[in-house]
């Protein structure tokens, strides 16, 4: 008799097996899962609540908070050069009647007056005003950046500057060097604005753009010097009104951002909120007399790491600053 051989179970049969047993599993333990893949949506949803959680988490939050201040304390104490007490306002709002402003920004008279020597790592930035000053007013040290018509919305653009060669921009004359002390006089020629809050953020983001060039200067950003509105003949527009309007907006720039705010009409000024009568022949471009009281004023205005101790004589701006308008 042949023994019958015993036939041995079909690997396709355990396989179906196992599938069997793995579907089984994941209708048990998996159902909702499987649903979701099922319906519409089911696993975007899933992803989404699970990154809901993530990031209202607290844990998350107080690790968001904490990298937001450190980079802005780092950012803040880049701006200020080391022999400089620092501020900041911080408000930065741009509502002129509600900006309260810290008045460390406003550079304060100095006991002991500098000499010329002091400007020597200094630029000056600034119009047809600033070109005068420097002819007139009889200082000696110093580099100027200046150009007839130079405003704050095409100072990056305009080539006003002139070097061997070629006109440049005043970005363009900035690189490659390296000044301490940076002295922006600009405004005149933005008097013009039909809305000064346009102003303020042009001219805000012309300081921005020149702290990214020389974040560790001293910035000493001036006030608009009054004008003799009856002498001008550049435009209506060019009147102490509308330089006492963009000089507030000046002053709540430099309080919001840590720049430090000079007022040269604190002898400039005839005291009643407009240029000395005898100052100018066509209202607004000075006489060397008050170019000259100009650096007067600049050589007992200046920021140290006491200025804003008691030790330092306080002689606070008293009218308000501005600045925009013509070709000049």
Not at 96 to 115: E, F, G, L, M
Not at 191 to 219: H, Q, S, V, W
């Amino acid at each position: 008799m042949v023994q019958q051989k015993r036939r041995k179970p079909r690997k396709t049969a355990r396989f179906l097996n196992m599938l069997l047993l793995v579907f089984a599993f994941l209708v048990v333990f998996e159902g909702r899962l499987i649903i979701n893949i099922a319906s519409k949506g089911g696993i975007n949803k899933q992803v989404d609540e699970q990154l809901n959680k993530i990031f209202s988490s607290s844990d998350f939050q107080n690790q968001d908070e904490a990298t937001a201040e450190s980079e802005t304390s780092s950012e803040t104490a880049s701006k200020y050069p080391a022999n400089v007490t620092p501020f900041v306002n911080g408000s930065g709002s741009a509502s002129t009647s509600s900006v309260t402003v810290d008045d460390r920004c406003i550079v304060k008279k100095q006991a002991t007056p500098v000499d010329d020597s002091y400007f020597s790592d200094a630029v000056f930035i600034g119009d047809s005003r600033v070109e005068g000053f420097h002819m007139q007013s009889g200082i000696t040290q110093g580099t100027f950046l200046t150009g007839v018509g130079m405003n704050c919305t095409d100072i990056f653009e305009t080539p006003y500057i002139s070097t061997a060669s070629g006109n440049v921009t005043v970005i363009q004359a900035l690189k490659n060097n390296s000044f301490k002390k940076m002295y922006i006089m600009i405004g005149t020629n933005d008097l013009g604005y039909p809305d000064f809050e346009e102003f303020r953020k042009n001219y805000t983001k012309c300081l921005a753009e020149l702290r990214k060039l020389m974040p560790n200067a001293i910035f000493y950003v001036s006030a608009v010097p009054y004008v003799e509105e009856a002498k001008v003949q550049t435009g209506d527009y060019v009147n102490n009104t509308n330089i006492d309007t963009v000089n507030q907006i000046i002053l709540e720039i430099c309080s919001a951002n840590g720049y430090y705010y000079l007022n040269p009409n604190e002898v400039l000024s005839n005291g009643n909120g407009a240029l000395a009568a005898d100052a100018t022949s066509d209202g607004i471009h000075m006489y060397p007399e008050y170019c000259a009281k100009w650096l007067d004023y600049l050589h007992t205005h200046y920021v140290t790491a006491d200025s804003s101790s008691s030790d330092s004589e306080s002689e606070t701006a008293s009218e308000s600053e501005t600045a925009s308008g013509a070709s000049l």
